[in-house]
């Protein structure tokens, strides 16, 4: 099955930095999610980024996405110390009329302050 | 404000026993989800639904089933639960794509029930 697989596992940076994680996918994708965990609780949607569109942007994230070599990445620029979290990207697979998501394994961002 | 929510934040249970893990959404999502979240693994897709009384089968629905009885919940069961189901169980519901496949819809998660089973 297609999944996305986040780059790096892990990223510790400083408050007021900007932090870069990548997605890659294996196979062709109608969009693409990015969402975000904070420790011990449930995913958060941050972004939708479709196979047509390029560059997406909402508040200090920035997301793009190159069909061409199955790739996302992520920007959130002026970091904090709250966005300390999991960030996952998450691929769409079609079934039937239906749909389903697959989820890669993450990035664990460390915000120091 | 919409809402996933799971009946139980944390579950210890017994290897053996029956587990019910409960979901409800207030948004009338007609998809419904269940994933385990390991660490290492990220998170892996147990089963969905996509209207009352329908399933399919997920990447891993091994050792599980499901119900949905109405629309807004959707329970997942451990017919007889294992020390290799202990993990982090996350709902989540959304809207299918309108009208035309692939256009996507993001899914609300619940704040997940963490499952220990001894």
């Known amino acids: 099955s297609q999944q996305g697989e986040e780059d790096p596992q892990a990223l510790s940076i400083q408050e007021g930095e900007n932090a870069t994680m990548n997605c890659s996918y294996k196979?062709?994708?109608?969009?693409l999610q990015w969402y975000r965990q904070n420790s011990g609780r449930g995913l958060v949607h941050l972004i939708l980024i479709r196979s047509n569109e390029r560059e997406k942007h909402s508040g200090r994230l920035r997301v793009t996405l190159d069909t061409s070599k199955k790739s996302s990445s992520l920007l959130i620029t002026a970091s904090r110390a709250a966005d300390t979290a999991s960030y996952f990207c998450?691929?769409?697979?079609?079934?039937?009329?239906?749909?389903?998501?697959?989820f890669g394994k993450g990035t664990l961002l460390t915000v120091n302050p | 404000d919409v809402k996933v929510t799971q009946s139980s934040r944390y579950l210890v249970k017994r290897t053996g026993e029956k587990v019910f893990l409960e979901c409800v959404q207030d948004?009338?999502?007609?998809?419904m989800f269940w994933y385990r979240q390991d660490p290492g693994l990220g998170l892996r897709l147990i089963y969905f639904s996509y209207d009352v009384k329908m399933k399919e089968k997920g990447d891993i629905p091994e050792g599980y089933s499901v119900s949905r009885e109405k629309k807004e919940r959707f329970s997942l069961i451990l017919e007889s639960a294992s020390t290799n189901q202990t993990s982090m169980y996350l709902c989540?519901?959304?809207?299918?794509?309108?009208?035309?496949?692939?256009?996507?819809?993001?899914?609300?998660f619940g704040s997940g029930t963490q499952l220990s089973v001894l």
């Open positions: 998450a691929t769409d697979a079609v079934r039937g009329s239906n749909y389903k998501l697959t």
């Open positions: 196979t062709s994708i109608n969009n």
């Open positions: 948004m009338d999502h007609e998809n």
């Open positions: 989540a519901s959304s809207l299918p794509p309108p009208f035309a496949r692939g256009l996507g819809e993001k899914l609300f």
